[in-house]
């Protein structure tokens, strides 16, 4: 799988829209950008996915560089419950191969 | 999406004591289920893959002998920690990818506290 980086830590205020960003610059073809977060004490969640394009659901939005080398999630309107470890990785497409876990960034929401 | 229950969510045993944590995928078949060690402040660490009718496959480092793993069906893997020692406390969490999509379903966890 191929490595990623991001930022240890961010705020964002409550409301405002989240952004976290996530450089995978050594992405192969078919290699897809997955984000998951871990509140506190639980399970990592699914958020989304992509390979190319942009894409979107009842959670959040994946903008993906046309060159694939980085992308950013974002939440459009935070809250107190999005407060989480998010992690951005980078695997090929297919569910039953093992997820690899960076750090991840905490994000803290801000009242 | 598709639901990974564990058990117990939380426990306390004894030094060299065994305790034996159950992931189950409640809603769907999972041949293959993974297994992954948190410790505080730490990120996840995938400690083995469990196949349904075959053995499980360990990560460099982890201890087969130590950490039994079992998929008893295709709804069922359990993760047995033997001889436990206080530095087995952590937090256990297993995945189960669905057949159905690409992505991992994660179980809520289970915090191992060994005294």
């Known amino acids: 799988d191929a490595k990623t980086t991001q930022p240890t830590s961010m705020d964002c205020a409550e409301g405002r829209a989240a952004n976290l960003p996530c450089n995978h610059s050594t992405i192969s073809g078919n290699e897809y950008v997955y984000w998951y977060r871990q509140i506190h004490s639980q399970g990592p969640q699914y958020i989304i996915h992509?390979?190319?394009n942009n894409e979107t659901n009842e959670m959040a939005s994946l903008i993906i560089t046309e060159d694939r080398k980085s992308s950013t999630l974002i939440l459009p309107h935070a809250t107190l419950r999005d407060t989480a470890v998010y992690y951005c990785i980078v695997r090929a497409g297919r569910g039953y191969q093992k997820v690899t876990f960076g750090i991840g960034t905490k994000l803290q929401v801000i009242p | 999406g598709a639901v990974v229950s564990q058990h117990p969510s939380w426990v306390i045993c004894k030094s060299g004591t065994s305790v034996k944590i159950e992931c189950r995928s409640l809603d769907f078949q999972a041949t293959t289920m993974f297994w992954y060690r948190q410790f505080p402040k730490q990120s996840l660490m995938l400690m083995a893959t469990s196949n349904e009718g075959s053995k499980a496959t360990y990560e460099q480092g982890v201890e087969k002998d130590k950490f039994l793993i079992n998929h008893a069906s295709l709804t069922l893997s359990t993760l047995t920690v033997t001889s436990a020692h206080p530095e087995d406390s952590s937090f256990y969490i297993c995945?189960?990818?669905?057949?159905?999509?690409?992505?991992?379903?994660f179980g809520p966890g289970t915090r191992l506290t060994v005294t």
């Open positions: 995945s189960a990818p669905s057949g159905t999509s690409s992505e991992q379903y």
């Open positions: 992509g390979l190319k």
